[in-house]
């Protein structure tokens, strides 16, 4: 069984405090997304890395993805309330059809 | 804006009343996916069409269903709800299945319906 392992599974911070996320696994992956879930809503598409090592910035989030193409992180700079979510990373493979294998999932809270 | 329609938000229904639940998309994308989301839990994948190619995943419970009537639109049909099947349906596209040359899997998801059974 192929498993993504995400930590931690909660944080709770004051606002401009950074973060970072992590997503680990046994597995080589094809390619690596992470999306932002809120409350009642389905998840927003944040960033996909496929390249080993590969680094995405998007505003102040930056986003790696191992040079094995095994696990990735999330950093978030100076966090805001905004920012508060549920963090999935999903992992999958060119050779399994459509499956997305997701983390446990990130519950962050950014306090003002 | 193209996008990933759910229909309704929220649905309730009696235990053992079958219900259905509808997605439609602008994207024209090929794949379009349905995955269960409950409470502080990742997303589980149900199953999926590939244009009209249906592919099931080994646990989900026969009192799941789907249809794809053409590229647009996909239905979940729950025959015989249970208090277990209580969840966010969440319903996913892709423009295609990823490929070693075009290895990612982005997918744009619906903003989910919540279902309740009494």
């Known amino acids: 069984t192929q498993l993504l392992e995400q930590s931690p599974q909660f944080l709770s911070i004051q606002e401009g405090e950074n973060l970072t996320v992590y997503c680990n696994s046994s597995?080589?992956?094809?390619?690596l997304q992470w999306y932002r879930q809120e409350p009642g809503e389905g998840p927003v598409l944040l960033v996909t890395v496929v390249t080993g090592g590969e680094v995405k910035k998007l505003k102040r989030l930056t986003f790696q993805f191992g040079d094995a193409r095994k696990d990735s992180s999330l950093h978030i700079t100076a966090a805001q309330p905004g920012d508060t979510g549920l963090y999935l990373c999903?992992?999958?493979?060119?050779?399994?059809?459509?499956?997305?294998?997701f983390g446990q999932g990130t519950e962050l809270s950014v306090k003002p | 804006d193209a996008m990933v329609i759910q229909n309704p938000r929220y649905q309730v229904t009696q235990f053992g009343k079958p219900v259905t639940l509808s997605c439609s998309q602008t994207?024209?994308?090929?794949?379009m996916y349905w995955y269960q989301q409950k409470s502080s839990q990742a997303p589980k994948l149900l199953f999926h069409y590939y244009d009209k190619d249906f592919n099931n995943e080994a646990d989900t419970p026969d009192n799941f269903q789907s249809r794809r009537p053409n590229t647009s639109f996909c239905f979940l049909d729950i025959r015989s709800p249970g208090l277990g099947d209580a969840a966010m349906y969440l319903c996913?596209?892709?423009?295609?299945?990823?490929?070693?040359?075009?290895?990612?899997?982005?997918?744009?998801f619906g903003p989910g319906t919540r279902l309740t059974v009494l």
């Open positions: 597995s080589v992956f094809s390619s």
């Open positions: 994207l024209n994308h090929n794949v």
């Open positions: 996913a596209t892709s423009r295609d299945l990823p490929k070693l040359a075009e290895p990612h899997n982005e997918q744009f």
């Open positions: 999903a992992g999958a493979w060119y050779n399994q059809g459509g499956k997305l294998i």
